[in-house]
């Protein structure tokens, strides 16, 4: 593989690689925070930490997808040597009440099933042990009495019926949105997003409209560190440390459950290895908070990879589209019907059929437009956030229908989507307008590294060759809130207590930049503090690509009275006026006397002692306008956008039915790049993990059962899988409220990945495919279907 | 459920345990054992660490070819001078198991025992015609590897019984391919492998050895013979023939039986056809000569081609 740097961002940093330090730190590639800790094994996670004795948690799960617990035996399991307490739902449920069911967006889910189970593998009764082995030994054997229910599998079956996998919908108290849905009765659908947009009129003539069926499966993420929790009572307090990019949701859940004071919990963080959307709200923390605090002891959850699968997945998506272009070739309507499957609990379920359903016509100027978009319960294992938040499968149908409305047109389908993307300004279907989104210099970007424009050499033998290319928009989760508090030490080190999550996204790289940039700080003076509720301030999540500019605005004010707090400090040394200091990579300077004083000096001689420190605090809040019960728009629906475009050029073996990658090149309006070199390096992580979505990465089920949940069958991308040659390709249109015009970036390039990969086999073989992934079974038995004499 | 661990320091000690003990399981490498442990799914009361027992990694040159000891590692045979030069389609296939990671640690014996239908080695040693030796306290037998995998993750090796080597003949002049065909992720396990060797059967017919993987529940050995002036395609055609009633095989999130009997006959097809042309037109008959060090290739110049 070839890393093929095309950023313009990254020629400047290496030209400027060599030069002294200037006090500068946005736009910088400083060196990724722990990297060397993380290659050598030394970095230490949740579950390396040393804790207090815990006794170890170990699960028994469903075995049936949908069926009334008629009674739950632990004897046998209670016998097993150093097994110390078995506890169900129905205990749980008799001290907490309906407390024990949570959720972000619905309060459906209980850490232990009560009364029923809705999936194969819900947690149905918890053992406590003296060590794993006892644990798991446990759970083997407790014996669960089941009366079987119908099960839904599919996700259109449950939209058209019974049987229902919940009696009523609960929606969450948070939201009041919500309200309206709760206690609904013999439904699936817990959450109907609508958009309309212009009012449908006869297509003119001349018009092309293409439709198809699109199907994206659920996937699972893969972190490498699996989920951990430990929790332990501490007098009237609750501890706990947890694998979770949402700690501060955590904690207010926490203490929903148990009914303490936010001040009595308290959730501390790891640095994550990896989590992609895994270890988001309620995952393991509500059990290990219910056992602790119930039992008065402290517990352990640390489960394997074979249960990790079981706890969150991708949202499994049917989308039915259609687009229509007028004669001269403007995209004048598109209609999507949406249907994800959110499984048995609807997590985060209904804020993705919503947030991705207003994208799902694309990032295109369209006069008309309909969306109706559906979270469906299914018995199957809750789906929730993963990286994309379920844009990635509506562009899925978006980008492949714009691929056919140009082909259909003969058009070239870069030169397609050019003339009707979105520009700067322009007001999207949803009714909110377009900033700091530029689709139109990704795409050029990428066809431009492909040199689009250059005829292909097409093979006619076993192996083809094809070009594909697609775009992706995703709106930033808001209103959000973030805040910051800076200590700037005596000796100018500076410690940041921030909430942000750094789960491999390199969050405490770059918000050392930021907080560095207005005091000069060189590479390494900021320490970025693990997420600790009882220390560092609120965060809505670390999620969504929303760290960089949320924290990161948090930060950059933060930082900015700082050094509004050292001017003020230096003026009264100097005895001039704030207006005349300034502030370098040397510290502190007067330009009418000249005088100096490096920041240690300036603190030293403020507070006449060592090691002190000076404290500064900011927050930062986006608001919105709720969309329109009634078309789904909103002038101000999002606080900005994400664009993102791919390409790629491959080969498909007709023989094998394999697809190579040859090329992929991704771009991504970041804004502004803090850190070039992370920024490339989410480009293209991003872009990897889709060509597995692309191309093999898929939960298997067989009547609700997960066929291939282990690494031993699960699909992921290996080196041999990543493309040969891949060209991330930075765009910056700096954003007039980010920090430094920045961004986030973590999504942007997995949203248009799988479609790009589509389209350029069908340019290659001149096949359409509307399922995901596209494997070797299926090309071969569609280019066996396209010999067939029809 | 735990298994008590024993490091028994000689093979007369491992054999007792392998005898007396109420289930036992050899721990090789460890790379599947391992895996089944962390699932929860060994049943073994017993396991045996075979690490310690000294002779067992030889890797040396016979008479008639070379020995390789149970616990030699699978990237030694990758990257041996010996294999490269006595059985160089050996070396290429045991280059091309699983990951550098893995190939350091599993060892040539657990992986034959491991006996799954899926393994590259099997149908490199096939056309080889290797031979297993196993050992026991009842003493020693050696089985030709075309009658050791007797059934669906079965093997010959009996109760009490330890593979202690592998005897692999010189490898015949002539061509030899390796084709590996995996459906999903570049790295997973195959849905078709074949090893091919293309040899003088006498002085008008070649004989095209196959080692089929991946196709059928064990690994599968065919042979046909090819006048020597047909053409390529008078080759893969006789090569599907007779590989066509023994593909048999598993369907599963790989692929249905359709789809992986159509990937087998591609795997057979560019084997045989690589194989037949890297086959000179003259094929010496004399048995190989064992080329001098000073004549052997470096072995990265002989590495697998992609």
């Given at each position: ?37 993380k ?35 632990a ?33 459906d ?57 919940h ?23 817990n ?15 001349g ?25 332990w ?6 501890e ?40 988001m ?42 687009m ?48 109706r ?135 405490d ?16 003076a ?30 950059r ?86 664009a ?15 697809v ?47 066929v ?7 699909q ?70 396209q010999?067939e004499?029809? | 459920?735990t ?68 616990m ?22 045991y ?33 080889l ?57 570049a ?66 999130v ?33 048995p ?19």
């Open positions: 593989m070839t890393i093929d740097s095309r950023s313009a961002v990254s020629a400047g940093v290496a030209d400027r690689g060599s030069a002294a330090f200037e006090g500068r730190a946005v736009g910088e590639s400083w060196g990724r925070v722990a990297a060397r800790s290659v050598r094994g030394e970095l230490q996670h949740a579950a390396d930490e040393a804790l207090r004795p815990c006794l170890d948690v170990v699960v028994t799960r469903s075995t049936r997808p949908h069926a009334e617990i008629l009674g739950v035996d004897a046998r399991a209670k016998a097993v040597d150093g097994v110390v307490d078995v506890v169900t739902g129905a205990d749980l449920h008799a001290l907490l009440g309906d407390a024990i069911f949570t959720g972000p967006a619905f309060a889910q209980p850490c232990l099933a009560v009364g029923k189970v809705r999936y194969v593998g819900e947690p149905v009764a918890a053992v406590i042990a003296r060590g794993r082995a006892a644990a798991r030994a446990g759970a083997e054997e407790v014996a669960v009495d089941y009366r079987e229910l119908d099960p839904v599998h599919d996700v259109d079956a449950a939209v058209r019926g019974a049987p229902f996998v009696d009523e919908l609960r929606p969450s108290v948070v939201f009041g949105d919500l309200a309206h849905l709760r206690g609904i009765r013999d439904t699936n659908v959450y109907e997003y609508v958009l309309r947009h212009g009012d449908p009129v006869e297509p003119p003539p018009s092309v409209t293409v439709s198809d069926e699109f199907w994206c499966p659920p996937t699972h993420h893969v972190p490498i560190e699996l989920p951990f929790t430990a929790a009572r501490d007098g009237d307090r609750l706990i440390l947890s694998t979770t990019q949402t700690p501060s949701y955590v904690r207010q859940s926490v203490a929903d459950l148990l009914g303490l004071p936010l001040a009595s919990v308290r959730v501390r963080t790891a640095p994550l290895g990896g989590s992609f959307g895994a270890k709200y309620d995952r393991l923390e509500p059990l290990a908070a219910a056992l602790a605090w119930t039992r008065r002891t402290a517990v352990r959850i640390a489960v394997s990879r074979e249960e990790a699968f079981l706890l969150t997945t991708r949202h499994g998506a049917a989308v039915t589209g259609s229509t272009a007028d004669a001269d070739g403007n995209i004048v309507a598109a209609d999507a019907d949406v249907r994800y499957d959110t499984g048995a609990y609807a997590d985060v379920g209904p804020r993705i059929t919503a947030k991705s359903g207003m994208v799902a016509s694309g990032p295109y100027r369209i006069a008309q437009a309909h969306v978009s559906r979270c469906v319960y299914t018995n199957k294992p809750s789906a929730g956030p993963f990286r994309g938040f379920g844009v990635p499968q509506v562009t899925w149908s978006h980008e492949s229908l714009v691929d056919e409305l140009a082909r259909a047109r003969g058009e070239d389908p870069a030169a397609f989507r050019r003339r009707n993307l979105l520009r700067e300004g322009d007001v999207s279907v949803v009714g909110t307008p377009m900033h700091s989104a530029d689709f139109v210099g990704c795409l050029d970007a990428v066809t431009a590294a492909l040199d689009w424009e250059s005829p292909l050499e097409r093979p006619t033998g076993r192996y083809r060759r094809g070009r594909g290319v697609a775009v992706g928009i995703k709106a930033v989760l808001t209103p959000t809130i973030s805040n910051a508090v800076l200590q700037l030490n005596q000796d100018g080190s500076a410690t940041l207590l921030i909430s942000t999550v750094d789960m491999g996204q390199g969050s790289t770059i918000m050392a930049q930021i907080a560095a940039e207005p005091l000069c700080l060189p590479e390494g900021v320490r970025v503090v693990a997420a600790d509720t009882d220390v560092t301030p609120y965060d809505t999540i670390t999620a969504g690509s929303r760290s960089t500019y949320h924290s990161g605005n948090a930060v004010r933060a930082a900015e009275a700082m050094r509004d707090k050292l001017i003020e400090i230096a003026a009264a040394r100097f005895g001039v006026a704030a207006t005349d200091v300034k502030i370098t990579g040397d510290g502190l300077v007067s330009t009418q006397t000249q005088q100096k004083a490096s920041i240690p000096e300036l603190l030293h001689a403020h507070f006449g002692a060592r090691g002190t420190t000076l404290t500064t605090e900011a927050d930062f809040r986006t608001t919105w306008q709720p969309y329109d019960k009634r078309t789904g728009r909103s002038p101000q629906v999002t606080e900005h956008w994400f993102g475009a791919a390409a790629a050029q491959l080969t498909v073996d007709t023989a094998t039915g394999r190579h990658v040859e090329h992929l090149a991704i771009a991504g309006d970041v804004g502004r790049a803090i850190n070039p070199a992370l920024v490339e390096q989410q480009l293209t992580g991003a872009a990897i993990m889709g060509v597995g979505h692309a191309l093999f990465d898929q939960l298997v089920f067989d009547e609700g059962q997960i291939n949940g282990t690494l031993l069958d699960y992921l991308p290996s080196i041999h899988d990543v493309p040969d040659r891949i060209t991330p390709i930075v765009v910056e249109n700096p954003h007039r409220t980010g920090p430094y015009g920045a961004k986030g970036v973590g999504e942007t390039t997995i949203i248009p990945l799988a479609p790009a990969i589509a389209n350029a086999v069908r340019d290659a073989i001149g096949i359409r495919f509307t399922r995901l992934p596209l494997t070797s079974e299926r090309i071969l038995d569609a280019l066996a279907a010999e004499p029809s | 459920m298994a008590a661990l024993h490091r028994p320091r000689d093979l007369g000690a491992v054999l007792d345990l392998l005898a007396g003990t109420d289930d036992p399981m050899v721990f090789g490498g460890g790379t599947a054992v391992q895996i089944l442990l962390k699932q929860g799914v060994l049943a073994a009361t017993d396991l045996v660490d075979i690490a310690a027992v000294p002779g067992l990694a030889d890797l040396v040159a016979t008479p008639g070819g070379l020995r390789a000891g149970t030699v590692t699978l990237r030694r045979m990758e990257t041996d001078p010996l294999v490269h030069d006595r059985a160089p389609l050996l070396a290429q296939v280059g091309r198991v699983a990951n550098p990671r893995v190939r350091n640690t599993a060892s040539v014996g657990g992986n034959i025992a491991h006996g799954d239908y899926r393994l590259d080695p099997p149908t490199a040693l096939l056309v015609d290797a031979r297993v030796e196993l050992s026991s306290a009842a003493g020693v037998r050696h089985v030709p590897i075309r009658e050791f995998f007797t059934g669906f993750q079965e093997t010959a090796v009996g109760r009490g019984e330890l593979v202690t080597a592998l005897d692999v003949p010189t490898q015949p002049r002539g061509g030899a391919a390796f084709s590996k065909l995996s459906s999903l992720a790295n997973d396990w195959p849905v078709a492998s074949a090893a091919v060797l293309v040899t003088a059967a006498d002085d008008v017919t070649r004989e095209i050895r196959i080692g089929l993987g991946a196709l059928a529940p064990t690994p599968v050995y065919v042979a046909v013979t090819v006048a020597a002036t047909g053409s390529d395609d008078d080759a893969v055609d006789a090569a599907l023939a007779a590989v066509e009633p023994l593909i048999d095989p598993l369907p599963d790989r692929g249905g039986v359709g789809h992986k009997r159509r990937l087998g006959r591609v795997a057979v097809a560019d084997a045989v056809r690589a194989a037949w042309t890297d086959t000179p037109r003259d094929i010496p008959r004399e190989r000569e064992e080329a001098s060090d000073d004549h052997r290739l470096p072995f990265r110049r002989l590495r697998r081609r992609r």
